[in-house]
């Protein structure tokens, strides 16, 4: 492959091409903080009180009347806890696909979601589905105690990618069946409640909530954007990345931690919203690669933005009902799937 | 500050992989290992990198063992470079290799980190894929890259197991005369497992014959690698023919079972890794 | 109800005659024919005609409605089996919530069914599946479905049940009281919606959290016949989620959430009810909402909406949404008069909370 003539210019132009490859991703990136934005705004200009975008902009700083009354305490709440849904979920996938080196996992494959869900359920069997603080804190609960389940079998047999995916697929079906002999056992009411937690819903979402799912998805940013480089190391196999000086064990379980903290966060207080842990950080890949650099904060933006718009389209298709926000991102993450698995030539990252 | 193994005893599966191991790699020395299918190269450098835990003896790197240092810290010592990396990666060529500085990158890519990726690629001829992804690559530009990323961590010594196993005849060269220079300019060990005989004979200072999990023989290539060891170890009838100043090995013929037993002290060891 | 028409034309010759042979036979398969003669045909709630052979000696009844009406009918003697659903408030059915249970009642345990020998299931209309006819019929096992659910098919589901258990008298007895205080009701509100305010906005609320009840579901129905108007009227759907901003949007001054009690007969404290009330009052950013702002929240028992008491929610609702009828409406003492007069039960328990009293 030694070059012969024009050796310098192919030389030149594998860097230049890396270069125009780094800025072009940048590019994608600011691109994404944009659609994240729009998405925002969009979001925030569509009601049922006829509120238009002016009026809703007003209401930010604080004016806007009655009006803008009804913007900041019923719809801006949605925007906010839409956009920390989806970036929570969706740097959770693209960790936890990371970690286990495989593009189908996400925290719900690693049963994270069938434990919260079973937290909501048992809250709601035991105390209704009224009281949002108890089931949301059982489901919390759950899904932390699914996570220490996973990682302890993980622990047992070395941390290996392939243990905790088949620990996660064991527990993801003793949550479920427990979930489902809850509902059994139910009343018709509780049963009413429980079906709706699954569907998901941004509805219930006020300031408190909001503050606490916070809690649980900023922090760990940082801590994951520090970690990008493992991260890249890691698909390159355990051993080139111990070998390259990372702690493999360290970063799997840390990794799977904070994904976990992430998700549970997002979901005990909307209930399930699938497939954005999947699919955003596929979308993310196509349009920055896979370096974590960009990725990471890729498919967070497209992880908002996706919720968002799912939102806002759940909430115009067909007002004034509202299609559950958990059922509109299955039902755009579906086709986007196939159109994945039709397209992919090689491998499938 | 040598790399030196010390009667290392590795089990796994109920055996016993290797079997009081001992050797030592100096600054800018490149040794290298030779055995046949089975005989533990791959485990050894494992052991070495302290991925595997041994059941006796142990590693050190400049007086401190392996073991004990933090994943890190070994990583400006040790670089391992294994057999075969995932089939699909996502990661561009550059990436791929400025990933290997992790031991030395801190919050962003230094550009001392940028030109040594520069630099490395250049000397593997891979500058003109650096955009493109490693899956895309064929198995040898591959390993090529590995490589890199192993050479750029700057290591004090390099672990490499099979590095020209998928390479056409002008890249091995190139790669094997790349350790050597690696190792003259900046005194960088190498431990290198490897198949070809001639090439452990032409670009090593030091041989170690591996045989089931022990060693054979160690010390200078030539005389490690004798057409009596070869065909006790190997089971193959070699011919030593002179070469251009030096010497290379002629594989003639298997031997047959019979001729073997008379020449080896134990019995042949199962073939497994 | 038809009468074997004793009019001129039976008595007009030989095409009188014919008319008349005609009109007999046709009367015999109506389901109001008044002769017992069986075996009858019934519409049941799915609109399919079902033949019953018999007058049933032994029922399972698994729907809790139903079972309310066979009390009424004084037919409770009959029921050799129930469902777990009478668990859930064991002092109000007495003796019934002694009998064997026969499992849920959207999946019942047929062998249990069986073992018991009845010749009548009685169902919900669409619970359990079908698949339980085709399995009990070849044992001599009739199945019914009748709801109970909706004020517009209460009446006639009675009359079926009435006719089927041959007593069509108690029925009777029993509807009129429903229809005279349906009646009253709708008399005592008539002069209130005439006038400017016109119909009072509701916000009505199904079990689970921000799904409606609208067009279609049994409590719009005694919604509507409380005088008031569910703002879920332009839904498509009869249970669907919305946003709270709609809801606000829409600015309902009452607000009826579904709730219900275990032992909503011997419970003193209406807790349960309460807590929901409250959490309703509590959730973020629903002062925006008129109803919830001015605190005009009621909070329902399922056992009084709807079914065979639904007389008693609709009174309910009604005089929480029209205060002026505060002296004239008593929904206890209808309650009252429908256990001592049909169950034989005192009044007790917790069916409603959210009401300011007088």
Known sequence: MSPLTGQDAMVAGGMAAYRALVSRRSAALLALAGLCLAACVWSLSVGSADIGLGRALEALAGGGGHQGAIVRALRLPRVVMGGLVGLGLAMAGTTTQAILRNPLASPFTLGIASGAGFGAVLGIFLAGGHH?????????????????????????RGARAETLILGGVAVMFLFSALTSLLQYAATMEQVHEMVFWFFGSLSKAGWNEIALTAVCVLPPVPLLLRWCWDLNLLMAGDDTA??????????????????????????????????????????????VGSDHRFLLPASGLLGAALVLGADVLGRTAWPPQVVPIGIMTSLLGVPFFFWLLLRRTRGAW | MSLLADGLSCRACGRDILNGVSLEVRPGQVVSVVGPNGAGKTTLLRCMQGMVRPSAGSVAVGGRDVLRMRPRELARHLAYVPQAGPGTMALTVFDLVLAGRRPHLGWRPSPRDLEAVEAILDDFGLTALAARDVDVLSGGQRQKVFLARAFVQEPRYLLLDEPTSSLDLRHQLEVMELLRRQAAARGVGALVAIHDLNLARRYADRAVLLHCGEVVAGGEPAHVMTPEAIRAVYGVEVECVPVNGGSAVFALRPVSEGEREEHMEESTCDGLH | MKRLCACKTCRKGPLGLILGVCLTLTSALVPWAEAGSWPVVVRDALGRTVAVPAPPRRMVVLNSNALDAVRILGAADLVVGVSSLVRNNTPYWRELAALPEVGKWNSPNLEAIAALDPDMVLTYGNNPGQEIEALLGPLG????????????????????LGRVLERPDKARDYLAWHRGWLERIRSMVAPLIGGAGGLPKAYVESYASYRVSGPGSSIDEMVRAAGMRNIADVMAVPFAEVTPEWVAASEPVIMIKAGSTRDSYACSNPDWLESKRRSVLARPGWEHVVAVRDGRVLVLSSDVCPGTRAVVGVAYMARFA?????????????????????????????YAVGEARP
């Open chain 1, 132 to 156: 949002q603080g108890v089931v949301a804190g059982s489901s919390f609960a759950c899904a932390a105690l699914t996570a220490m389940v996973v990682l302890t079998l993980a622990r047992m």
């Open chain 3, 322 to 350: 029209h205060p002026e009828l505060a002296g004239s409406v008593d929904p206890e003492a209808i309650h009252r008069e429908y256990l001592e007069r049909f169950v034989g039960l005192p009044l007790r328990g917790c």
């Open chain 3, 141 to 160: 096992i009739t199945v019914l479905r009748l709801d109970f659910h909706h004020l517009s098919t209460l009446e006639r589901e009675m009359e079926v």
């Open chain 1, 242 to 287: 111990r070998s390259a000086g990372v702690d493999v064990a360290r970063v799997r379980v840390g990794g799977i931690l904070l994904a976990a903290l992430m998700t549970a966060g997002a979901i005990c207080f909307t209930g399930v919203i699938g497939f954005i842990g999947l699919v955003a950080p596929h979308m993310a890949r196509i349009l």
